[in-house]
T-cell receptor, first 114, second 116 residues
Framework: GESVGLHLPTLSVQEGDNSIINCAYSNSASDYFIWYKQESGKGPQFIIDIRSNMDKRQGQRVTVLLNKTVKHLSLQIAATQPGDSAVYFCADRYSGAGSYQLTFGKGTKLSVIP | KAGVTQTPRYLIKTRGQQVTLSCSPISGHRSVSWYQQTPGQGLQFLFEYFSETQRNKGNFPGRFSGRQFSNSRSEMNVSTLELGDSALYLC???????????????FGEGSRLTVL
């Protein structure tokens, strides 16, 4: 089956620096992509999403970039804070299947050094 | 607005037993999905329900089943538990994908099942 993978399992950044978390997806038919943040003992929390007709979308301190040519997704976090420490998951979906099913990557653990 | 509520939050079972997990979606959400999360396999899709009908099913054995009620609440059941079923079971709900709504999933805190 199709899968979404992550390049880096762990990422340590200094507080105040920018963080970049990368993700590769394999399903060329996927048209919707989403990032989740999961803190210890909690469920995944929605961060930002992007449709395939866009290549960039910005939120509050976060930006998602989509490169469909190389099937690559990235999450940029500006001015990283200790509260950003968590595991981040990317996921993709093919909307044409009529399902909301997401295919998740393994996750990247972000550690922010105070 | 209340989020997705899952019960119980923690439970311990022994091999061979069965377990039922419950999920109450966000008010107004009619789609409910279940995912299994383990350290080794990550988040894996179990099944998805919409209007009391299973719309999609992941690659799990028949021991895993679910259902959705008319009020959109959902339950999942695992029979003849195995050690490998120890995991965090996550429920997510979603609004219909219409217009600008992309149908993002909103997750609950999960039910952590330990099988001894």
């Amino acid at each position: 089956g199709e899968s979404v993978g992550l390049h880096l399992p762990t990422l340590s950044v200094q507080e105040g620096d920018n963080s970049i978390i990368n993700c590769a997806y394999s399903n060329s038919a996927s048209d919707y992509f989403i990032w989740y943040k999961q803190e210890s003992g909690k469920g995944p929390q929605f961060i930002i999403d992007i449709r395939s007709n866009m290549d960039k979308r910005q939120g509050q301190r976060v930006t998602v970039l989509l490169n469909k040519t190389v099937k690559h997704l990235s999450l940029q976090i500006a001015a990283t804070q200790p509260g950003d420490s968590a595991v981040y998951f990317c996921a993709d979906r093919y909307s044409g299947a009529g399902s909301y099913q997401l295919t998740f990557g393994k996750g990247t653990k972000l550690s922010v050094i105070p | 607005k209340a989020g997705v509520t899952q019960t119980p939050r923690y439970l311990i079972k022994t091999r061979g037993q069965q377990v039922t997990l419950s999920c109450s979606p966000i008010s107004g959400h009619r789609s409910v999905s279940w995912y299994q999360q383990t350290p080794g396999q990550g988040l894996q899709f179990l099944f998805e329900y919409f209007s009391e009908t299973q719309r999609n099913k992941g690659n799990f054995p028949g021991r895993f089943s679910g259902r959705q009620f008319s009020n959109s609440r959902s339950e999942m059941n695992v029979s003849t538990l195995e050690l490998g079923d120890s995991a965090l079971y996550l429920c997510a709900s979603s609004r219909p994908r219409t217009g600008k709504n992309t149908g993002e999933l909103f997750f609950g805190e999960g039910s952590r099942l330990t099988v001894l």
